[in-house]
């Protein structure tokens, strides 16, 4: 065969084989080991070279099990479980494109034995969840940490989707890049934009045409709310949706069916008091991220101050009325 390749080789590549062939459902004999050596790399070596192989790969450290049906890896950096996790993430992940989620799955298979990938059924449906077409995501993530590094600020052109489901540039923004930040399955841009003197949050996946500039970057610490650094729990909890509105005291009531809800989202910012047969919510937030959030539970919660945001839930409700008190086009 024309891959053959010398004997010198063969402790690498039986470790490799152990690697890539077994697990502990699935042993190699000896037998087994020869027939790799030879098949995959062109190696020929007697049985008694194998076992002595297999002896020093344990002498040196690498854990290999043996029992009467063969020996195998013992021990590897992630257990399969923890693979399919990792794995199930990738999947789930819509600002990681199609193509690059079928390269990461099959990274992330390789550091199992073969024998993992037919447990992942579902890395052959990659094409099937909605998934980002923005190539430049992962360039985007090492421009920013290199931004971040360099103290530098960055320009970019920010994109929302059309009606054709394509990105369209909207806007384009002149930052100084503070952290990157994992929020409900999405990447953002914690900046400050330069031009309109506030931390905004920008979805890394809606950004294009990034570049590092030679402008030094607004130190954090000099804009206002910030002069102590990154309160992440706070962060996490008074910007559920990741607006950058001001953040005020809000309270409303909540049925008890909603309150799993209530804490799952704000957890410890959430101060709540039983109130005649419901519950009463204190948190400090963002009003638009609460607008937002109430609007989804609005059979259970009722917005009690500030007022204005109160005022905005009813002109939100009068208009979804009256959109659907009308009687529909005889076109539809």
């Known amino acids: 065969m024309s891959n053959i390749e010398p004997k010198k080789n063969a402790l690498l590549r039986i470790y490799q084989i152990f690697q890539r062939y077994s697990d502990y459902d699935h042993p190699l004999t000896q037998d087994k080991i020869q027939y790799y050596l030879s098949q995959k ?19 040196a450290g690498v854990e290999i099990e043996s029992n009467k049906r063969g020996s195998y890896l013992a021990y590897r950096e992630f257990d399969d479980s923890e693979l399919r996790l990792l794995v199930d993430g990738v999947l789930a992940s819509k600002y990681i494109t199609a193509n690059h989620s ?18 992942v059924n579902n890395v052959y449906s990659v094409d099937q969840w909605s998934k980002s077409d923005n190539c430049q995501f992962f360039l985007n993530i090492s421009i920013v940490d290199e931004a971040i590094e360099g103290a530098k600020q960055i320009t970019f052109s920010y994109n929302k989707f ?4 394509k990105l369209h540039v909207t806007s384009s923004h002149r930052v100084s890049p503070y952290q990157m930040i994992l929020h409900n399955q999405r990447y953002y841009l914690m900046a400050y934009n330069e031009k309109w003197k506030n931390v905004g949050y920008y979805r890394l996946d809606k950004i294009t045409d ?9 130190p954090l610490r000099s804009v206002e709310g910030y002069e102590k650094g990154i309160d992440y729990r706070r962060l996490a909890s008074a910007f559920p949706y990741m607006f950058s509105d001001k953040i005020e005291r809000v309270e409303f009531f909540a049925e008890e069916a909603v309150i799993d809800q209530v804490v799952d989202w704000f957890g410890d910012n959430a101060v709540i ?8 919510v ?6 638009a991220a609460m607008e937002y959030w109430a609007m989804q539970y609005l059979n259970s919660v009722e917005i009690i101050t500030p007022a204005t945001l109160r005022d905005k839930i009813k002109d939100n409700l009068n208009n979804a009325m009256a959109k659907y008190n009308n009687n529909l086009s005889s076109e539809v």
């Open 41 to 59: 790399f062109g190696i020929e070596l007697e049985r008694k070279a194998v076992g002595r192989n297999v002896s020093y790969l344990k002498e």
């Open 102 to 119: 079928k390269m990461l799955i099959d990274k992330l298979c390789k550091l199992s034995s073969e024998h993992f990938r037919a447990h």
């Open 162 to 165: 059309g009606a054709d489901k």
């Open 210 to 218: 990034m570049q590092i500039t030679d402008e030094l970057v607004t």
């Open 273 to 280: 008091k039983k109130a005649d047969g419901r519950f009463k």
């Open 282 to 287: 204190s948190v400090n937030v963002s009003p």
